[in-house]
């Protein structure tokens, strides 16, 4: 019988507490640092501890007036919507004799390629809830032209199809300001800073980074985009007056899409509601019926978590088909 020790560099014991720490390391280095996401740029994060969650928001208070006889009692509006809690995850699964007999680092490089390919957990999710345009509070979809209870009863918008071009910018931002609330007084809107997509990333630099615009002109020295005119180098009015985000995920039929955010609100254009972080699971006892079956040991990543529309006055959204330039 040939002579055995009781460890050696084939020990599966050995070889799989090597591959888990090197998968937390990994792990560590994918979500605990502080977050870098463009979603931060216009999401939110509230934690919840229910898998239904239901989300109440206020309209604007009374205001002061002249008082004339008794008082005049008014009344906040109150919204309500409700939102479910989702489960997110991801799995890796490594036979055992690629992990017992592993010695040139495979399963090391196979773990960092995973968490590589990995897209940005909030970012892949708050986007595809922004541009997906759910129904938000009012009853109305974030974005759209006619959101309810503006002054006298009137409506409000906070969406075009136009695109991305000074004029164009400037309109957005002059109806975002014009609009006036239930009581009387000014929403308060100020954008600072304008989310694009890879397509529309140059468009928006000009804009917001540049010293000076080259800008056609009529006659008359006015501005104009569109036809024939004078070139004239302009001082950049709109420099630093917006922080470029790009999303390389706003590509194929969101590639124009552009959006204006005021990051500076306590709520954001997209929720993001949290149960549970993501965090790392692992599946390596001997009686797991997959490691069992088919000896594999398994990792991976789950989190409870959803992504819902929030609120219309901190976003101003333009899903264009054409660049602006």
């Not at 019988?1 to 390391?25: E, F, G, K, Q």
């Not at 980074?209 to 985009?225: N, Q």
């Amino acid at each position: 019988m040939p002579a055995t020790t009781a460890s050696t560099n084939l020990d599966i014991s050995v070889a799989y507490r090597n591959a888990n720490t090197n998968y937390l390391d990994l792990f560590d280095d994918l979500f605990v640092p502080e977050q870098t996401d463009t979603s931060k740029a216009y999401a939110k994060t509230i934690n919840v501890d229910s898998q239904n969650i239901r989300i109440d928001m206020l309209g604007p208070t009374p205001v002061m007036q002249k008082w004339l006889g008794p008082r005049i009692e008014k009344f906040l509006r109150a919204y309500s919507y409700t939102v479910d809690l989702d489960s997110y995850e991801s799995s890796l699964w490594i036979k055992r004799k690629d992990i017992q007999y592993d010695k040139s680092g495979a399963i090391a490089r196979r773990m960092s390629d995973y968490f590589k390919a990995m897209p940005n957990f909030y970012d892949k999710f708050a986007i595809q809830a922004l541009y997906g345009n759910g129904t938000c509070y009012d009853g109305t979809a974030l974005m759209n032209t006619a959101h309810p209870h503006a002054i006298s009863g009137g409506t409000w918008s906070n969406y075009s199809t136009n695109s991305l071009n000074s004029v164009n910018l400037r309109t957005a931002e002059e109806t975002a300001m014009a609009v006036t609330l239930e009581n009387g007084e000014p929403a308060d809107i100020s954008f600072d800073v304008c989310l694009v997509g890879p397509k529309n990333e140059t468009t928006a630099r000009r804009l917001f980074d540049a010293d000076e615009r080259i800008v056609t002109t009529d006659g008359l020295g006015k501005e104009v985009v569109f036809g024939g005119g004078n070139a004239t180098a302009l001082g950049n009015i709109y420099k630093g007056s917006k922080i470029v985000v790009v999303d390389k995920r706003l590509r194929s039929t969101q590639q124009y899409y552009w959006y204006l955010v005021d990051s500076t609100k306590p709520y954001g254009a997209v929720i993001i509601m949290e149960g549970e972080a993501p965090r790392p699971t692992q599946r390596q006892d001997a009686d797991d019926p997959r490691v069992w079956n088919n000896d594999e040991f398994g990792w991976g990543i789950q989190s409870d978590t959803s992504f819902a529309v929030g609120a219309p006055h901190v976003v101003s959204g333009h899903h264009a088909t054409t660049g602006g330039w």
